[in-house]
Structures are given as C-alpha cells and as structure tokens.
Nanobody, 130 residues
Framework: QVQLVESGGGLVQAGDSLRLSCAAS????????MGWFRQAPGKDREFVAG????????NYADSVKGRFTISRDNAVNTGYLQMNRLKFDDTAVYYC???????????????????????WGKGILVTVSS
C-alpha cells in the first residue's frame, strides 16, 4: 500500500502563488505516476496535472497550463504542485493521487482520470479570494 499526505494549502488572494506537497510513504516502488486532482463544491473531481515518477512525462489540464507546474523529488518521495497566478476558480479541495499502471496513453503523454488512480490522499483545501 501507498500512503499519500498533502500539505501546503490555505487561503490566498487572486494572483498569489501557493505550493502543494504530497508526501508518499509505504510501498513507493508501486508508484509509476502521481497526479493532482481537485474538486470544487458541487462539481465533479477533475484532473489538474500528472507526472511520471521518472519525471519524463508531464501533463496538465488546459485550465492550468502555463500557471501550474507539477514536479517530484524521488529522493524524498514527494510530489509538488506549484500554483502561480491563482484565480478564484482554482478554489477547491486538491487531492494527490498515485497510480501503479496508467491506463491511458496517446500522443506521447499519459492521461489520468480519477477512476484510474490507485491511491489517494485525504485532500487539502485551497481557497482563492477575489
């Protein structure tokens, strides 16, 4: 099993930056890729960004491209989501997730859907005030 714990959330103003961290423990050798998802009140959980544990492939939702950067540090088994130029619409609970065998690959990138992920953190709230 893999345990994931998110940190770094909070309340910020529109235009500010925030960095989320996801610490992985347990059988981290099971992780092929890590992703960030978010869920706003009344909405479905949606993909934000994903990165293979090797770091060779990253993928982003169109809504965050150019503003968010996903990365990982294998030495400390931690993934990160750097969020810049935050908008009110970025307000959500952010979840870290990991997958052992990604299900979708095309056009040179892995794609991640909530149902594809094997392990989940409990989530952390990010609130952006306008």
């Amino acid at each position: 099993q893999v345990q994931l714990v998110e940190s770094g959330g909070g309340l910020v103003q529109a235009g500010d930056s925030l960095r989320l961290s996801c610490a992985a423990s347990g059988r981290t050798s099971n992780i092929y890729a890590m992703g960030w998802f978010r869920q706003a009140p009344g909405k479905d959980r949606e993909f934000v960004a994903g990165v293979t544990w090797s770091g060779g492939d990253t993928n982003y939702a169109d809504s965050v491209k150019g503003r968010f950067t996903i990365s990982r540090d294998n030495a400390v088994n931690t993934g990160y989501l750097q969020m810049n130029r935050l908008k009110f619409d970025d307000t959500a609970v952010y979840y870290c997730a990991a997958v052992q065998y990604p299900k979708a690959y095309w056009d040179g990138h892995y794609y991640y859907r909530p149902d594809d992920m094997d392990y989940w953190g409990k989530g952390i709230l990010v609130t952006v005030s306008s």
